[in-house]
């Protein structure tokens, strides 16, 4: 009796384990399909297409319909990675790319994942080693196909994001010699790092503010002390004074006290010193606002940086008559009137070949456009070549 009491408890158990596993299972049951296009692989595709766009929402919405099809779909999982990536939620971006890695069968398959790998891996940057894992997910899609472009492109992109410039433009060129995948974005990345590389910059920060899209004021005052050395050229052009008048002691004393210049809102900026050591030497149109106030983050305009180069050859050149040598001149630029107040240091720049017109068909010079961080770079090229200053 009581052996055939426990048997039936232990059947119990077992019936109610599979009644759990088929109800999970029934939860696991594909979608039908409802027409010809309603395919992982068509679903796949059409959410990186969505993904390039920078559509996530729409793209995370057709990699869902893949695994809805088709729960094993490594390059469904691929792609729900890459959306998580681009929008942040790197913890859910590695758990799928793991499980598009985990279901990879095909060499295609793999190189998606392999590929997807570098891309989650540029953009996250969370690994202290980030780049070398790059090159190791690179090694294994080369490996499997030495021809695929989306290896060489995206691997070109986790360089230029290191600041190797030279080996991202490797990069991008195999992937124009292969002239498959990725050409038109390729050629755009190689002439952008040909930019980058005229422009030479020597620091660090200068490499890192080539990457920027708009310069800030932060940003171009940090250009003009790291990489144009604007304090170091200041001293070697300006003549040494020496008052030898006799001077109180107390009073010697105070004025010898240093007091650095600063402003109220760059206490926590990674660029304080640089902004500091600007407002020491005095740069027109990088002092501080009425308020006391820098306004680091402010974006530059071409006209902006156009007075501050203006400013510098001036200070620089000892030439006093460059601030009105254009006023009363009538204006070679469609967009740009005489009277303005920057039109004098457009003209400056200009003239001179350091800034040039926006709009090489139409002429004209977008004085309220914004300052890209490699554009810059290259004109603060051009003002130590003006005043021969390496």
Not at 84 to 95: N, P, Q, V
Not at 126 to 148: G, R, S, T, Y
Not at 179 to 194: C, G, L, R, S
Request: glycine share 6%; hydrophobic share 45%; charged share 25%.
């Amino acid at each position: 009796m009581f052996y055939s009491h426990r048997r039936n408890k232990v059947l119990l158990l077992v019936v109610f384990i599979m009644g759990i596993l088929l109800i999970a299972g029934c939860g696991q049951v594909p979608r039908i399909p409802v027409s010809q296009l309603d395919k992982p692989e068509h679903h796949v595709f059409t959410g990186m297409r969505l993904l390039d766009q920078e559509k996530y929402a729409d793209a995370q919405r057709e990699f869902e319909l893949a695994l809805q099809l088709d729960r094993k779909y490594s390059k469904a999982y691929t792609g729900l990675g890459l959306v998580k990536t681009y929008i942040a939620d790197f913890k859910g971006a590695l758990e799928n790319l793991e499980q598009g890695t985990k279901y990879a069968k095909a060499d295609e398959e793999m190189l998606f994942g392999h590929v997807g790998m570098i891309r989650y891996q540029t953009q996250s940057k969370l690994e202290k080693k980030w780049l070398a894992i790059c090159k190791d997910e690179f090694d294994a899609a080369v490996k499997l196909d030495p021809k695929h472009s989306a290896a060489y492109y995206f691997m070109g992109l986790a360089y230029k994001q290191a600041y190797d410039f030279n080996a991202a433009g490797l990069m991008f060129t195999k992937v124009l010699e292969l002239k498959t995948d990725y050409v038109a974005k390729a050629d755009h990345e190689w002439n952008f790092i040909q930019k980058v590389q005229r422009a030479m910059p020597g620091s660090v920060t200068g490499k890192q503010i080539a990457l920027v899209e708009r310069i800030s004021r932060a940003d171009a005052a940090a250009l003009f002390m790291e990489e144009l050395k604007i304090d170091v050229l200041y001293k070697k052009r300006t003549p040494k004074k020496f008052d030898t008048s006799f001077k109180d002691p107390e009073k010697a004393a105070d004025q010898a006290k240093i007091v650095v210049t600063t402003a109220k809102d760059i206490a926590d900026h990674p660029m304080r010193a640089d902004i500091e050591g600007i407002l020491e030497i005095g740069v027109r149109g990088l002092e501080n606002y009425p308020d006391g106030n820098f306004h680091p983050g402010e974006i530059v305009t071409r006209a902006a940086y156009a007075m501050m180069l203006e400013d510098v050859l001036i200070k620089v050149t000892g030439d006093n008559a460059l601030a009105t040598r254009y006023i009363g001149s009538t204006s070679p630029f469609p967009d740009l009137r005489a009277d303005l107040p920057y039109f004098n240091a457009v003209m400056v720049v200009t003239s001179r070949g350091i800034m040039q017109v926006k709009d090489m068909t139409t002429g004209e010079f977008a004085p309220l456009k914004s300052v890209a961080g490699v554009d810059a770079l290259l004109i603060i090229r051009k003002v130590k070549e003006e005043l021969k200053f390496n």
